[in-house]
């Protein structure tokens, strides 16, 4: 674990490997990340309608790497409108928001990962 936080701070985006709902199979896709303290924060590039976070509604246990580092968790949905803006926030803060608003047109929800 302190390698894959290590890996963080120099990565602007990590590989999240998760469980497709229905093929069993895992899917992997690069997704921007914040991190604040020990918690990593995620928004689904469609909200709701993204199939990575239709896949963690199904099975929350998620593979991240960044950096050539692993981490295997438990995602947490966030579906309260405005703890999900919260962490739209952050990402404005990290990303810029012009990037943010291209392309994340539906940020309703977000994820978190605990990383302790």
Same mark, same amino acid.
């Not at 302190?2 to 469980?19: C, D, H, N, V």
């Not at 295997?72 to 404005?92: G, K, M, N, S």
């Given at each position: 674990?302190?390698?894959?936080?290590?890996?963080?701070?120099?990565?602007?985006?990590?590989?999240?490997?998760?469980?497709?709902?229905?093929?069993?199979?895992?899917?992997?896709?690069?997704?921007?990340?914040?991190?604040?303290?020990?918690?990593?924060?995620?928004?689904?590039?469609?909200?709701?309608?993204?199939?990575?976070?239709?896949?963690?509604?199904?099975?929350?246990?998620?593979?991240? !790497?960044?950096? @050539? &580092?692993?981490?295997? *968790?438990?995602?947490? =949905?966030?579906?309260?409108? /405005?703890?999900?803006?919260?962490?739209?926030?952050?990402?404005? !803060?990290?990303? @810029? &928001?012009?990037?943010? *608003?291209?392309?994340? =047109?539906?940020?309703?929800? /977000?994820?978190?990962?605990?990383?302790?």
């Amino acid at each position: 674990m302190p390698g894959f936080t290590e890996a963080l701070k120099g990565s602007r985006e990590l590989e999240l490997t998760a469980i497709g709902r229905k093929t069993g199979q895992e899917t992997s896709r690069p997704v921007w990340f914040d991190q604040e303290g020990d918690t990593l924060y995620l928004v689904p590039v469609t909200g709701t309608d993204s199939q990575w976070y239709k896949n963690v509604l199904r099975h929350p246990t998620v593979r991240l !790497a960044a950096g @050539g &580092a692993e981490y295997t *968790a438990q995602a947490t =949905p966030i579906t309260d409108p /405005a703890r999900a803006a919260e962490v739209v926030q952050l990402f404005r !803060a990290r990303y @810029g &928001a012009d990037d943010v *608003a291209k392309f994340y =047109p539906n940020p309703n929800v /977000a994820v978190e990962v605990p990383l302790a």
